[in-house]
Nanobody
Framework: QVQLVESGGGLVQQGGSLRLSCAAS????????MAWYRQARGKERELAAL????GSANIVDSRFTISRDIAKNTVYLQMSSLRPEDTAVYFC?????????WGQGTQVTVSS
């Protein structure tokens, strides 16, 4: 069973930065892609960034950067110039052709 453990969330002031980490229980190269989603209170979960098996990054917001460390089986989401509207629970996602895995989420709160 794949486990994804997020960390790095917390409280940050507007304009600040955070780096989220997602540690997988196995090799991240087993996945066709890994992604970060976020869900604000009362809103639907939305994609923040995705990185493919080949390492190509798809970014929804230019303030975010997704990267990975294959040796550590970890994917990162670097967020900068944070705004109060970035406040949400951030979830790590990993997918294969037939399965979809989620972490438990990490709260990011941006104060104004």
């Amino acid at each position: 069973q794949v486990q994804l453990v997020e960390s790095g969330g917390g409280l940050v002031q507007q304009g600040g930065s955070l780096r989220l980490s997602c540690a997988a229980s196995g090799s991240i190269l087993e996945f066709s892609a890994m992604a970060w989603y976020r869900q604000a209170r009362g809103k639907e979960r939305e994609l923040a960034a995705l990185i493919t098996h080949q390492g190509s990054a798809n970014i929804v917001d230019s303030r975010f950067t997704i990267s990975r460390d294959i040796a550590k089986n970890t994917v990162y989401l670097q967020m900068s110039s944070l705004r109060p509207e970035d406040t949400a629970v951030y979830f790590c996602n990993a997918r294969t052709l037939i399965d979809d895995y989620w972490g438990q989420g990490t709260q990011v709160t941006v104060s104004s």
